[in-house]
């Protein structure tokens, strides 16, 4: 078989799917938002992971497409579940640094604005390697799209190139503190200092903090100490399909 022949026909066929992670705030497990994480529901293979395909599509100039489609499946989320007289909470798309400095950026956004939300029902994520190149001109998207009402966290934070000087000039919301760190928080000194550092540095520039990977309440315990306020992982929840989704959105924790 070839993955990358059944990639170009999977959109249109409708084989992508979303799930949805929940984010939760401390100490009351609230729903805070969602991460959106992208599945394909290949017909032969079964539900397969970003991990298999996302580099794939990059690779085969599919990228575009697969980055507008998960743009547009969030606004058609989002409108239903406000149509439903839902309170819907942000959703962040993962989008890889490619993407985020290339051209199509306007266009997914058009894709998601034809639904005509409120402003703050999207945020992006990004990854610190997307500031490896031209600093200036993540900081213009950042800038635009923060005037435009999205939220830009940067993912995986801890673990790549990122200056605390930059960090400081770059206007985003958002750390979220690599799961790496959170593995060990309740036991490793080292991670707990890291977790802790990156927690004050978020209060200090009057940023949004969230640790991911959280699977234990062990780490939990510990991360609320740290005053750590969300909380992402599979302890406090899987990705879940959208009509699970609307579940959480429906009974709150
Ligand atoms: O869900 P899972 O743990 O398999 O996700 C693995 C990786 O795939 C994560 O790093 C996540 O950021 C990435 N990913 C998930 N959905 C998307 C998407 O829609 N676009 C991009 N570019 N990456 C995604
Ligand atoms: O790189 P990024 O942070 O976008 O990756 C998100 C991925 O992490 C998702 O694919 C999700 O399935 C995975 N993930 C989320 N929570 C946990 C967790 O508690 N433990 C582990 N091992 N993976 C998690
Ligand atoms: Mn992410
Ligand atoms: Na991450």
């Not at 149509?83 to 290339?102: C, K, M, Q, T, Y």
């Not at 200092?193 to 940023?207: D, K």
């Not at 005053?227 to 579940?247: H, I, S, Y």
């Amino acid at each position: 078989f070839d993955l990358e022949t059944d990639l170009r026909r999977a959109i249109p066929a409708g084989e992508l799917v979303l799930h949805f992670q929940p984010k939760v705030s401390l100490p009351d497990y609230r729903l805070v938002g969602f991460e959106a994480l992208v599945r394909w529901l290949h017909p032969e293979r079964g539900m397969l992971p970003p991990v298999t395909f996302v580099n794939l599509a990059e690779e085969a100039g599919m990228i575009g497409p697969l980055t507008r489609w998960v743009f547009e499946a969030v606004g058609r989320h989002q409108r239903e579940w406000l149509d439903a007289g839902l309170h819907p909470v942000p959703i962040a798309i993962n989008v890889s640094p490619r993407e985020f400095l290339g051209d199509l950026l306007e266009e997914h956004l058009t894709a998601y604005k034809q639904f005509d939300l409120p402003d703050g029902l999207m945020e992006i994520e990004i990854t610190e390697s997307t500031m490896i190149d031209d600093f200036d001109r993540v900081c213009r998207i950042v800038t635009s799209l923060t005037e435009a009402g999205i939220k830009v966290a940067m993912d995986d934070f801890g673990t790549g190139y990122s200056s605390l000087a930059s960090l400081n000039r770059l206007p985003i919301s958002t750390l979220k503190i690599d799961r790496a760190f959170t593995k060990d928080v309740d036991w490793d000194r080292a991670s707990r200092a890291v977790a802790s550092a990156i927690i004050s540095l978020a209060a200090e520039l009057g940023l949004d903090v969230v640790a991911e990977g959280v699977e234990t309440r062990e780490q939990l315990t510990v991360l609320r100490a740290l005053k750590c306020r969300v909380v992402q992982g599979f302890l406090t929840g899987r990705p879940v399909p959208a009509q699970e989704a609307v579940e959480l959105l429906r009974h709150p924790a």
